[in-house]
């Protein structure tokens, strides 16, 4: 029987630096004990292969308010005037009266 290297940690050495544990798992296979105090050794392992593992999909949130007429509208209108000309140029965000009174 052939007995692979096992790495042994302390809890705090496991929390500064757990994505390399993680990744000595995943990758290198390494077995990762965990000393927790007095409370016992805990082995890291790989449960099941990345590829395989199931992520459920976040679902699309979707706002409701511009899927409202009167605001499709407004921002329709809103273009329009852009296009048109029918707007005011901020040149000097520090004095932005003067641009608008101008």
Same mark, same amino acid.
């Given at each position: 029987?052939?007995? /692979? ?7 705090? !050495? ?13 990758? %290198? ?8 105090? /007095? ?21 699309? %949130?979707? /706002? ?5 007429? !009167? ?7 809103? %273009? ?11 040149? /000097? ?10």
């Amino acid at each position: 029987m052939i007995i /692979d290297a096992m790495i042994e940690i302390t809890t705090t !050495e496991l929390r500064k630096n757990i994505g390399k544990y993680l990744t000595l798992v995943i990758e %290198k296979k390494e077995q990762v004990l965990v000393r927790y105090r /007095d409370k016992g050794v805990f082995a890291l392992t790989l449960t099941s292969q990345p590829e395989k593992a199931h992520r459920p999909k976040k679902k699309e %949130k979707r /706002d409701s308010y511009f899927e409202q007429p !009167e605001v499709l509208q407004s921002i329709r209108q809103g %273009k329009a005037d852009i296009e048109a000309g029918r707007c005011i140029t901020i040149n /000097d965000p520090e004095k932005i009266w003067e641009s608008i009174l101008s």
